[in-house]
Structure formats: structure tokens, C-alpha cells
């Protein structure tokens, strides 16, 4: 059984067999974002939410590694993390019955670096990806550190002008190196501090997931 705290919300409308795995941000839980789902309006979808292993501060929240100076992530605090990530997904995959072809990964600030971390160093192929407000670990390990999966991901990161505490310049830079390096990867930005945008950001996001749960078309005959 995974030692990351986690609960399972089965889809509210009719399933169509994808599950959005949520990880949260510094000193928040999975209680935080548990009220969002309403917002992305996607009740065919079940969600999963998890709590980061480390308690932060004295108000119930939790972090998924330390920060450092100039927001560099604690390499140990990752590399725990990553590998209890990694320990869920298989459960999920293994005991629950969800294929990795159909979960996605939303994590918004840590929670966006993890997501991230787990899309291009794992080898599993997910549904799609989405990174919120959030930055990349170790781009400089780059490709030497990609998993088998890495270039096959569909990744959304998505990013406010206004951020006060991850300048967005910072995460351009990593995105336009992952492009480079043939990641796919698609970029929004939004008029928006560090937060989630209901009005322009959310929508945006519940195309993307629209888009990836929809069936492929079938080739028609000659």
C-alpha cells in the first residue's frame, strides 16, 4: 500500500474510464483542492488526490521537498518524493485498474514540478499532463536523465505574468529547453499571480482534458 495519503473520487457523471491524479502545493493538502473539481466541470473524469509526504507549518499542510535559495528544490527531498510518486502510480495501475493511458497528472506549484518529474524521468505514458504554476527539477540533466516515455507525453504547463514567487521568465527558459530537446510540450500564460485563473486558465485546462478523453476517430473506409 502506498505511504502517500490518497483518495479516490469515482467520476460523478458517466465514466469514461480517465482519472486525474492532483498534487498539491507548498503547505497545502489534498483538502484544498478536493473543492476545485466542480470548477474544471469534467464529471465524466474520477479524480485522485494525495497529500505530499513531509508536514509543513502548523495549519495541516505538507510539502513535497525543501526549497533552497533562488527556489532550487532539495535534490533529496525530490528523489524521496519521486519514488513514492512512482510506488502510488503502480498502485494505481496494479491494485486500483487504472492503465497509465488513462491517468493524467495535474499538479499545481511543487505539486507541477512533481508531476513534471514523473512525465519526463518515469516510464510509464500517460494520458496527458498538466503543470500549474510550477517549474522544472534538474533541467540541466537533460536528455541523459529523459525516461523511455519523455517524448512521448502531452504536456500543458501553464504560468502567471505576475507570479510573485516563480518568475515566469525563469519557467519560459526551461520550457523553450525542453522544446528544443523535442519535449512536447504546450505553454500558456495568464494575467494572474501564483493561483489557479478561473476565468481564462480553468477553461483552457478542461479543453485539454476534453480533448484527451475524446475517442480517436475511426478511419473511414476507401
Known sequence: ???LVHRVIPPQGRANGYHILVL???????????PAVPLFDCDAFGWIFANAPEEYGPYGGYSW???GEDMAPDADGVARSRQLLRELITELIDTVGIS?????????SQGCLMVLDQALRGEHRFAGVVGIS????????????FGSAARDQRLLVTHGRVDQLLPIELVRMQIEQLRDLKINV?????D????????????????????????ARRQQKG
Open 1 to 3: 500500500m502506498s505511504a
Open 134 to 145: 510550477g517549474w522544472v527539477y534538474g533541467v540541466e540533466d537533460f536528455p541523459k536523465a
Open 192 to 215: 494572474k499571480a501564483h493561483t489557479l485563473d478561473p476565468e481564462q486558465e480553468v477553461p483552457d485546462i478542461r479543453a485539454f482534458l476534453n480533448q484527451i478523453s475524446k475517442p
Open 24 to 34: 498539491h502545493g507548498l503547505g497545502d493538502s489534498m483538502a484544498g483542492w478536493i
Open 100 to 108: 497509465a493511458e488513462k491517468l493524467i497528472l495535474m499538479g499545481f
Open 186 to 190: 504546450a505553454w500558456a500564460e495568464y
Open 65 to 67: 521537498f525543501d526549497i
